[in-house]
């Protein structure tokens, strides 16, 4: 497969493209020269803000909505980025749930919410992204923890360890047109209604003893898309959390 030599020309779908990681992701590829297909369920405003961003980057971009916990929702917004964009080249599945909830307790509602935006949707999305028939690659967006137990969040833990394989499946199942990779983010930002003293407060626990930021995400997100010889890998960007397991705690 030809590597991204440049990303100019190129289309991108990002799914929860409108804020956060997400909105690092999108704009890092705008600045590549990419256009984009901005995904988004309920952040309208933020989704306008970054496009008009990547606008002022040079890109084209598209903007939709959907509610990936909607089974149908996926096939639907390839359907339309499709009409909007054009073929698709690159797919990057960010849109998440974070939820708390433990095994003791959990409830099919949780799981199933977090099978269906975590595991079913990016599949759904991929499968869509191969059937065009044509070169791309996909980024999945998993967690540092995904492979430790994170008994606070189960349901969100589960959603992305089944990610993880899907990941590792997919490569296989679309090589050679095809690549499919991820990202497994550690502390990057602090999540909703938590401040800077949360990440100040973890970042010892760390190896590196830092947090990261979305930048670096974004980097390794771009670094993926441009490797034409790797597949089926999950690129950590943690400051070595994932060596730790649950030990720390
Ligand atoms: N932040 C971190 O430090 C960190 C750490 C580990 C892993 N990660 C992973 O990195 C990715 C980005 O992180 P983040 O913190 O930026 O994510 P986030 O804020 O938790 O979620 C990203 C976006 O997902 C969208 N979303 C949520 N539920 C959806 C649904 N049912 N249908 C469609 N879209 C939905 C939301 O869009 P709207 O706002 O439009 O509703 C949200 O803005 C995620 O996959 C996350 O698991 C992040």
Known sequence: MEPFRTFRGKTALVTGGARRLGRAIALALAREGAGLVLHYRSS????????????????????????????????????????????????????????????????????????????????????????QGREGAVVNLLDARVLDYDKEHYSYHLGKAVLLSITKEAALEYAPLVRVNAVAPGLILPPEGEGQDYLDRLAPTNPLQTHGDPAQVARAVLFLLSAPFVTGQALYVDGGRNLLGGRHE
């Open 44 to 131: 309208c405003r933020e989704a306008r803000r970054t496009a008009e961003e990547a606008r002022k980057l040079g890109a084209a971009v598209h903007i939709l909505q959907a509610d990936l916990e909607d089974p149908a929702a996926p096939e639907e917004l390839f359907r339309l980025a499709l009409e909007a964009a054009g073929p698709l080249d690159i797919l990057v599945n960010n849109a998440s749930e974070y939820f708390p909830d433990r095994m003791d307790g959990l409830r099919w509602e949780n799981l199933s919410r977090s099978m269906k935006v975590h595991a079913f949707a990016p599949l759904a999305l991929i499968r869509a992204f191969a059937a």
